[in-house]
């Protein structure tokens, strides 16, 4: 491969999402360059590039974040065996597991669909121990939350 052609299967690499070394092989053969997988992914090795999963981005804003700090600061004093922790979880069915390729200094961040399907899990503890583990399908809204 000549170094334009390095630099082609790079950027590639870094501004398609979800592409792989075949997608690069066969783009770069359209261009009229003949070289294999195998060559594509040791010059993106070569280049640091690791072929893992996208970075997942968290949702929180700095106001979020601040928001956060001052409830913690502002509840410092409480009496925690008083209080009983509840959450939810929710477990995706069928959610493929993607792989991208994430070069040195660029992380590739993956955004998901809305509504997929989907099992919710809500669960309690406190300082005497665990509560129970309730499943269910719908939304988690206040009525819901009452019955369990």
Not at 6 to 31: E, G, P, W, Y
Not at 65 to 94: C, G, P, Y
């Amino acid at each position: 491969m000549t170094p334009k052609q390095d630099k082609q299967v790079l950027s590639l690499a870094d501004q398609q999402m979800f592409i792989t070394s075949r997608d690069i092989q066969n783009q770069m053969k359209r261009k009229g360059a003949e070289i294999s997988e195998r060559t594509v992914r040791r010059r993106l090795n070569e280049a640091g590039a690791k072929f893992s999963p996208p970075m997942s981005k968290p949702l929180l804003t700095e106001g979020h974040q601040m928001n956060r700090l001052k409830w913690a600061e502002a509840h410092m004093a409480t009496n925690w065996d008083q209080v009983i922790f509840s959450d939810e979880t929710t477990i995706r069915l069928n959610q493929v597991k993607r792989r991208v390729w994430n070069t040195p200094g660029k992380k590739k961040v993956f955004r998901t669909v809305k509504h997929p399907i989907k099992v919710n899990v809500w669960g309690c503890f406190s300082s005497k121990g665990f509560g129970h583990i309730k499943c269910f399908k719908e939304n988690l809204d206040a009525k819901l939350m009452c019955e369990i």
